[in-house]
């Protein structure tokens, strides 16, 4: 939790949201992340300077609970002076004892969304789905949370003036909003109607611009004119016979072209929607399918 320090701004953890956005449609599929077509509602997290704590904090924690389908979850909720936001005891359950930052007491509107990352810990206990080391669990726990409809909440935490500053969670402010962007773009929901923070409506627009940009890359049809001549060149290169070497990597171009012994030459590229790499050959215009999301892909290969 950043109280009164410097925000960390920009994409740094983008290839691990990524991958994260990967590992739950492989772990979830398609069908049960449909049934998180609907965010938690502002309403039902609402949290007033005259509510008991106490019992307005456990109020929240079972919406989150109902929210993640965890019926036979027990949440208890205290409060204690500490350095994080919160913390939960990950038991065989099902009662778990969730601690949040004295801090709440007084900024109860946000405990909605401390509680957002921290009953998400207890869904991907329950999967048994992790990232190997603390940032990058954390860091799918985030993504998590923002893509299965409770992660709005923690971006609307995210605070910054000249004089203070708070943000909740391991991911920047721009990193939640292209994870909601993502999750926009998939179930057509506008989160920004529920923003209370100013800076969280700047963070999400970048968010929505990098997951646009995410479908105008080649060789989807959808990308630009620079793109689509780099593409060719690249292709170009990758069928000439002399060759002497294989087409260069670099991190802004997303596809690469692999031969084939048997076949043409193909090309992969991410899913622009779950990331999981498609490959189809290379021979003009192409409809591809994903078979993880079930994303129809308009390629021009």
Request: proline fraction near 7%.
């Amino acid at each position: 939790m950043a109280n009164g320090g410097p925000v960390e701004h920009g994409f740094p953890h983008l290839e691990t949201v990524r991958e994260a956005v990967t590992a739950l449609y492989r772990r979830l599929s398609y069908d049960t992340i449909r049934t998180f077509a609907t965010s938690v509602a502002p309403a039902d997290v609402a949290f007033s300077d005259v509510d008991d704590l106490h019992l307005g904090a456990q109020r929240v924690a079972r919406e989150m609970v109902r929210h993640y389908r965890l019926p036979d979850a027990r949440l208890v909720v205290c409060f204690r002076e500490m350095t994080h936001a919160a913390n939960i005891e990950l038991t065989a359950g099902p009662e778990y004892f969730v601690e949040l930052n004295d801090r709440f007491r007084t900024h109860r509107r946000d405990i909605g969304a401390a509680l957002a990352h921290e009953v998400m810990h207890v869904y991907l206990h329950r999967l048994d789905l992790s990232f190997p080391g603390t940032r990058d669990n954390e860091i799918l726990t985030d993504t998590a949370a923002t893509y299965l409809g409770a992660g709005w909440l923690l971006l609307d935490a995210f605070r910054e003036d000249g004089a203070s500053s708070q943000k909740l969670g391991y991911l920047t402010p721009e990193e939640f909003g292209y994870v909601l962007a993502k999750r926009s773009l998939l179930f057509g929901e506008d989160p920004a109607v529920w923003f209370t923070s100013p800076q969280a409506y700047e963070a999400y627009g970048k968010g929505m611009a990098l997951a646009r940009r995410d479908e105008q890359q080649p060789p989807l049809t959808a990308a630009g004119w620079a793109g689509r001549r780099r593409y060719a060149r690249d292709r170009r290169h990758a069928q000439d016979p002399h060759a002497t070497a294989p087409v260069p990597a670099r991190a802004d171009v997303p596809y690469a072209f692999t031969p084939d012994n048997h076949g043409p030459l193909r090309v992969s590229f991410p899913c622009p929607t779950c990331h999981q790499r498609i490959r189809v050959p290379v021979r003009g215009r192409v409809r591809a399918r994903c078979g993880l999301c079930r994303t129809v892909l308009e390629c021009d290969t």
